[in-house]
Antibody, heavy 119, light 110 residues
Framework: QVQLQESGPGLVKPSQTLSLTCTVSGGSISSGGYYWSWIRQHPGKGLEWIGYIYYSGSTYYNPSLKSRVTISVDTSKNQFSLKLSSVTAADTAVYYC???????????WGQGTMVTVSS | QSALTQPPSASGSPGQSVTISCTGTSSDVGGYNYVSWYQQHPGKAPKLMIYEVSKRPSGVPDRFSGSKSGNTASLTVSGLQAEDEADYYCSSYAGSNNNVFGTGTKVTVL
């Protein structure tokens, strides 16, 4: 069974780049048919899909964040990563990595990591 | 892309049923059969309960069921149990490789 674990700084300064990594265990990230996503949840609020990378390397992003987001895969480390540039306090949230075999059905989630944007 | 609209809260007594609505537009819920539902307990990651409108992942009790009519999807929890008390979020494909979540509903078991 695939398991996911997020890691990265819990505090990022405004205007800097938020960088998070999701480590995949129990399976290979380069296995066919998986979609690897990032999703965030603002404190006390709902969920927001950030984007995904398909096992083939294709990436798709939420249009509202597209200009600031990059998702990439490191197959040698069995990880995928999120970079969000020019962050503001509005980017303070719990960030989850998730995977899906059926597109748009996020069936495996990491535990989430809280990122605070503050000087 | 606006969030899908869900009622803020819903409740029911143990053993009863509760239905949560998720209203979107013809560009998301009404246009595709890619509606999913997630259960989230406090401090925990969401859990997939329903996908593609009405399909249940392995391990999800058949007390959970999903449906869709027009631009509104629904999640019904039958035979409410104490452990069903949680926040529930719907999600829908919104075209052009984009996804939108609902505003969330807090379900209380009385």
């Amino acid at each position: 069974q695939v398991q996911l674990q997020e890691s990265g700084p819990g505090l990022v300064k405004p205007s800097q780049t938020l960088s998070l990594t999701c480590t995949v265990s129990g399976g290979s990230i380069s296995s066919g048919g998986y979609y690897w996503s990032w999703i965030r949840q603002h404190p006390g609020k709902g969920l927001e899909w950030i984007g995904y990378i398909y096992y083939s390397g294709s990436t798709y992003y939420n249009p509202s964040l597209k200009s600031r987001v990059t998702i990439s895969v490191d197959t040698s480390k069995n990880q995928f990563s999120l970079k969000l540039s020019s962050v503001t306090a509005a980017d303070t949230a719990v960030y989850y990595c998730a995977s899906s075999v059926v597109v748009w059905a996020f069936d495996i989630w990491g535990q989430g990591t809280m990122v605070t944007v503050s000087s | 892309q606006s969030a899908l609209t869900q009622p803020p809260s819903a409740s029911g007594s143990p053993g009863q049923s509760v239905t949560i609505s998720c209203t979107g537009t013809s560009s998301d819920v009404g246009g595709y059969n890619y509606v999913s539902w997630y259960q989230q307990h406090p401090g925990k990651a969401p859990k997939l309960m329903i996908y593609e409108v009405s399909k249940r992942p392995s391990g999800v009790p058949d007390r959970f069921s999903g449906s869709k009519s027009g631009n509104t999807a629904s999640l019904t929890v039958s035979g409410l149990q104490a452990e069903d008390e949680a926040d529930y979020y719907c999600s829908s494909y919104a075209g052009s490789n984009n996804n939108v979540f609902g505003t969330g509903t807090k379900v209380t078991v009385l």
